[in-house]
């Protein structure tokens, strides 16, 4: 038996708790593991507080992330003992996640933990600063460097959008963040961010062409903000576009991107092929300063999960939340 979070959906309705769960409920896979920590992402989120259609089948572990120890493994990359990480591939949504002490994977899901960081800091980076790196990746393919101008993160208070701010700040470029939460101006400030703009300004209706100020931007927010984002992008700027907190809605004109040559480039880290998600944790390992993770996240137990699920689809969450599983 272990721990774990246990959503049910059935005849009785919709349930969630924290739970003692049989070994042999684990679903199929060539690796098993055994967790250390987890994460609370706004996927997760969604799933727990069942907001959203996140969950494709019942009963589901959720967490999109995990990482820990191989306990028994018939893939050939991993033997027992090997520390691996887990971000996405459907886990927490049609495949068992990683809040639980225990999961059981396709071992071609998994990369190595890398060795700059401890499993704590590897989750405090999480999904969510996986993401952030394949958004500066997609950046950098697209020719932008820091001559070029400021790049502006949205939601910059959020898990993405402070390892955005936190990385692209040390590779030089001029972040200005964009937030909804003003006591936040000074956590985004102490990640590098020179300014921090109010999300309001990005949130009403605007011209299909403004004025010309980012080189580029990192958004995940979507909606109006990301089509307000993409106007005000200088001529062939780059936009990351990787959340939907704002809705996945996309009023906006074809005018950037014809007339500006802007581009909207799309970054999807579920799915995203093993080679650049190595790529991007060996790009972390370099281009991070571990230092910040311990300001960009905290430490929770399981129990605490429920409850803060609700607050960070709320708004109410700085940063990355860290779950220990063990706790």
Not at 200 to 220: N, T
Request: include cysteine; glycine fraction near 12%; hydrophobic fraction near 45%.
């Amino acid at each position: 038996m272990f721990k774990g979070v246990l959503i049910v959906k059935d005849y009785a309705g919709f349930r969630v708790s924290v739970t003692d769960i049989d070994e042999g409920q684990l679903p199929q896979g060539d690796v098993t593991v055994r967790v250390s920590h987890s994460t609370l992402n706004y996927k997760d989120a969604l799933a727990i507080t069942n907001k959203g259609p996140v969950v494709r089948k019942f009963p589901m572990v959720p967490g999109v992330d995990l990482v820990g120890a191989v306990e028994h493994s018939t893939h050939p990359d991993y033997k027992a003992g090997d520390p691996v990480i887990l971000n996405g591939w459907g886990v927490g949504e049609s495949h068992w996640g990683g809040l639980a002490q225990k999961a059981r994977l396709n071992g071609n899901w998994l990369v190595p933990l890398p060795e700059q960081f401890t499993p704590q800091q590897a989750m405090a980076i999480g999904t969510a600063g996986y993401t952030a790196m394949l958004c500066v990746l997609a950046l950098e393919r697209h020719g932008l460097t820091p001559a070029d101008g400021e790049i502006l993160v949205t939601g910059a208070a959020g898990g993405v959008g402070s390892v955005a701010t936190a990385v692209l700040t040390r590779l030089g470029f001029t972040v200005v963040a964009v937030s909804g939460r003003a006591s936040e101006a000074d956590y985004l400030k102490s990640l590098g961010a020179v300014e921090v703009l109010d999300r309001a300004v990005f949130e009403k209706h605007g011209k299909p062409l403004g004025k010309e100020r980012w080189a580029g931007a990192v958004d995940v927010v979507g909606s109006r903000t990301l089509a307000n984002v993409c106007a005000s992008i200088k001529y062939r700027g780059v936009v990351t576009a990787c959340g939907l907190a704002g809705g996945m809605d996309f009023p906006a004109t074809v005018a950037p991107f014809i007339l500006r040559g802007v581009t909207l480039a799309g970054i999807d880290s579920v799915m995203c092929p093993r080679p650049e998600r190595l790529e991007a944790w060996r790009r972390l390992g370099k281009d991070l300063d571990a230092s910040k993770l311990a300001t960009i996240s905290r430490e929770v137990g399981l129990a605490e999960v429920l409850p803060l699920s609700s607050k960070l689809l709320g708004g109410q969450v700085r940063g990355r939340i860290v779950v220990d599983v063990n706790r």
